[in-house]
């Protein structure tokens, strides 16, 4: 049985958090969406690699590839950040964590913003987001330098709340209606019907996704009456995440910033978050101010519930004005972009466009060639809806072309396997590289069957469609573009898609010249 006091934490059944997690797993997008957050909260802003991989893993999915960039490219940041075309872009600019954060959060509200609970899932998703902004607000004031950790401590704060939401609607009707009816705590209505707690759901999953322990360890409730000084810096997050949400949960219900509710509720905090009315009142205002941006990037044209209404400190619709009803549209929460990925893919030029200024700014920056490199890359992955696009270079000292850097899927075993040797054969890959021509295959199952396409390659990519581009520097061949699409004619390279698509490799080749030019 429970204990009578919310204030002690439930030891949960480990084969309740068990039962619960195989029944997510039955879920045809739970596995994927845990795969991919996994991965990204494997990367670290220290590792080498990680930008491609961050980079790398973002764009395998359009829909939040298109989210990212139009968030990156709302008003919040675009101040600072100006136009991005691309992710690796993007991840330059603002940095490895933010981006990070920035995906994990919209991938899961991607993941969960439709459904059979959809309003109360979307409740859910907008506090969690404003939560979020809250906490990154007041992270300098708590003594953090980054605001980032408190970003995503307070967006996952209430991750089995939102889960159970989404993938056990019953169960999470069946809890709400233990509250209203049974007249019990929200922590003994969710143990009644689940044998766990949301925070223990929470921390499982968590843990599950190899989400940091700070993260894990901020999803816990905390007790309630004066909090203790933090002793360290998950400590001071703990508290910042459980102030958020509890601010949050007040103002979604229609609270002001003045009540003495929240006055309260900041003196609980107090020696943790210092925050006084005028400084809260600053918090609050730049949070909806920000809310607000990063909505605009994220909209679809739905009425917003009316929590998020609250959060978004705006008037009940029967009462706003024509711009209150743009801004509440604004506020609603993410949808599908199956639309506008069709309309993308069927014309490349957009993004192709957007690439190639991008990368010609880069070259005037003076930028490595590796960040070059990857928005070229990661330009004709999308514009196109690659399979894979790899970059090959030549390796004097074992006179070899190797793969080096690419999007797509398996792209590591796929760039291990990418190496042919340089000694000239009759298959089209060399023929293209000695006649430095652009080959496009429109159907490898019919190339592969003795005419030109090595039988290495053959292997490893036996149908689909291609496009070989040779990169040629003092006209000799240093490397090639290899982009691969899945299906049979699937590359419709239109006369001014391909203009964009060689000037793209252009300016990759003049990099390689560029960095030649600069070695002694």
């Not at 859910?124 to 404003?130: Q, R, T």
């Not at 599950?208 to 001071?236: C, Y």
């Not at 549209?329 to 993308?344: I, N, T």
């Not at 957007?354 to 992955?381: F, K, M, R």
Request: charge should be negative; glycine fraction near 8%.
């Amino acid at each position: 049985m429970p204990p009578d006091s919310d204030q002690s934490v439930i030891d949960a059944s480990g084969g309740a958090i068990e039962f619960l997690l195989r029944r997510m797993q039955r879920s045809k997008d739970f596995p994927a969406l845990s795969e991919t957050i996994r991965t990204l909260n494997t990367l670290s802003a220290a590792a080498d690699k990680s930008a491609e991989q961050l980079a790398a893993v973002i764009v395998r999915d359009f829909a939040l590839t298109n989210k990212t960039l139009k968030v990156v490219n709302s008003a919040y940041y675009a101040g600072f950040a100006g136009k991005v075309g691309t992710i690796s872009r993007a991840i330059v600019v603002l940095g490895i964590e933010p981006i990070r954060a920035l995906a994990a959060s919209l991938m899961l509200f991607e993941h969960l913003a439709e459904g059979s609970n959809a309003t109360r899932v979307k409740a859910l998703i907008g506090k969690s987001m404003f939560g979020a902004l809250v906490a990154r607000e007041a992270a300098t004031d708590a003594g953090l330098q980054h605001g980032e950790e408190a970003f995503l401590a307070a967006m996952f704060h209430n991750l089995g709340e939102l889960l159970v939401a989404f993938y056990l609607p019953d169960e999470d009707a069946a809890i709400q209606a233990e509250m209203v009816e049974g007249n019990v705590s929200p922590v003994r209505a969710q143990y009644k019907v689940l044998g766990v707690s949301f925070e223990q759901l929470g921390v499982a999953v968590g843990r599950h996704w190899n989400f940091p322990h700070a993260i894990t360890f901020s999803m816990q409730r905390l007790p309630s009456g004066k909090q203790r000084k933090p002793v360290n810096e998950d400590e001071v997050l703990c508290q910042l995440a459980c102030m958020a949400h509890d601010v949050t949960e007040r103002l979604a219900a229609g609270e002001g910033i003045r009540d003495r509710s929240l006055s309260l509720l900041l003196s609980r905090f107090r020696d943790c978050v210092p925050l006084n009315g005028e400084r809260f009142g600053d918090v609050v205002q730049e949070a909806r101010t920000e809310y607000r941006m990063l909505a605009e990037g994220l909209a679809s044209p739905e009425g917003a519930p009316p929590a998020i209404r609250a959060l978004a400190g705006l008037q009940q619709k029967d009462a706003a004005t024509d711009d209150q009803d743009e801004a509440i549209a604004a506020v609603a929460l993410p949808g599908d972009d199956s639309e506008q990925q069709a309309v993308d893919q069927t014309n490349p030029e957009p993004i192709l466009l957007e690439g190639l200024q991008e990368a010609t700014a880069i070259l005037a920056e003076g930028a490595d060639l590796n960040h070059v490199a990857q928005v070229v890359l990661e330009t004709l992955y999308r514009a196109f809806g690659l399979r894979r696009v790899a970059l090959c270079l030549r390796d004097a000292a074992r006179r070899q072309y190797a793969g080096r850097l690419g999007f797509g899927s398996d792209i590591d075993v796929y760039l291990r396997k990418m190496r042919f040797d340089e000694a000239y054969e009759r298959d089209v890959f060399h023929v293209a590289l000695k006649q430095k021509t652009d080959v496009h295959i429109a159907d490898l199952a019919v190339g592969g069957a003795g005419h030109g396409i090595p039988a290495w390659f053959n292997a490893l990519s036996p149908n689909g469609a291609l496009l070989f581009l040779p990169l040629v520097v003092q006209d000799r061949p240093v490397g090639c573009i290899v982009a691969e699409h899945e299906r049979c004619g699937g590359l419709h390279l239109e006369p001014g898609a391909l203009r964009l698509v060689r000037a793209l490799r252009n300016q990759l080749a003049l990099g390689l010249q560029l960095r030649r030019s600069d070695r002694p």
